[in-house]
């Protein structure tokens, strides 16, 4: 079984290319089942109904998010009723939401995902590493194919959580930092791993936005209103291969697709 995993979709920018080259790639790599974290979907941060259903309509299965679900109010009637995007399970209980989700390839075989929110440098909720275990005690009874999206500012917490799941779970993908990394790996025990799955949408940019006004704010300290950047745009993520019976990683690869190739 081949899982795509999109790193943050950001911007309009972001979803264009998704819906442009995605049903390419997802032929070309004999993809079962697209996840992709879309927090940044909507002008950058956040998501609306109409952006989610977008992005399903252009051939992504789940989509997972981190501290930006909360920035568009009018999707949270939508993540009370969907179980096909989910938020970080780590926030206390009784948030909308599910943090973890079971869906179906085409050819019937169940993939468990799970959503995280690291805690380094970021607000401080509930310790993702005793949660992501309470969640995986229920999903392991339905599939041993697991996969768990971290979303943090931390390399290092990234890092351990991966080692802390090693032969837990198929895989753990870092997001966030919109950097894709070079370290992705199959652990001792059968665990794929990536620090960060980097960013779908404009790279002539910082991160995503004008790199003018992010220059100007870092040379002045001053407050300033980021908007987003348009050009130069990618999609990036990683392929794993996993063992639908087993649940263990068979291999992981990084992807980069341009949006003119």
């Not at 998010?65 to 999707?75: A, E, L, N, P």
Request: aromatic share 6%; net charge negative; with cysteine.
């Amino acid at each position: 079984m081949k899982v795509l995993f999109l790193g943050d979709i950001v911007g309009r920018p972001g979803r264009t290319i998704v819906r442009e080259r995605l049903p390419g790639v997802r032929s070309a790599e004999k993809i079962d089942l697209v996840i992709a974290n879309g927090e940044n979907a909507a002008s950058g941060s956040g998501l609306t109904p109409r952006i989610t259903d977008e992005l399903f309509d252009s051939g992504i299965d789940v989509m997972t998010s981190g501290d930006h679900i909360w920035k568009k109010k009018d999707i949270y009637d939508y993540l009370k009723v969907s179980k096909k995007l989910i938020r970080p399970a780590n926030y206390p209980g009784g948030v909308i939401g599910n943090g973890s989700t079971v869906v179906e390839t085409g050819s019937g075989e169940k993939v468990a995902v799970i959503n995280l929110l690291g805690r380094v440098f970021m607000d401080a909720i509930d310790c993702p590493f005793i949660r992501v275990k309470e969640e995986i005690n229920g999903l392991s009874e339905v599939t041993p194919n697991i996969i768990v999206d971290i979303h943090a500012e931390a390399t290092s917490e990234k890092v351990a959580m991966g080692w802390y799941l090693d032969g837990v779970v198929s895989a753990v993908l870092g997001t966030h930092t919109h950097i894709q990394t070079a370290d992705e790996q199959i652990l001792p025990k059968g665990t794929a791993y990536i620090t960060d799955c980097g960013m779908t949408g404009p790279y002539d940019s910082v991160i995503g936005r004008k790199k003018e006004l992010i220059i100007e704010h870092f040379v002045t300290q001053m407050p300033i209103r980021f908007e987003m950047a348009s050009g130069d745009v990618e999609m990036h993520g990683v392929v794993i291969d996993i063992n639908g019976d087993t649940g263990k990683a068979r291999s992981i690869k990084r992807i980069r697709v341009k949006e003119d190739t």
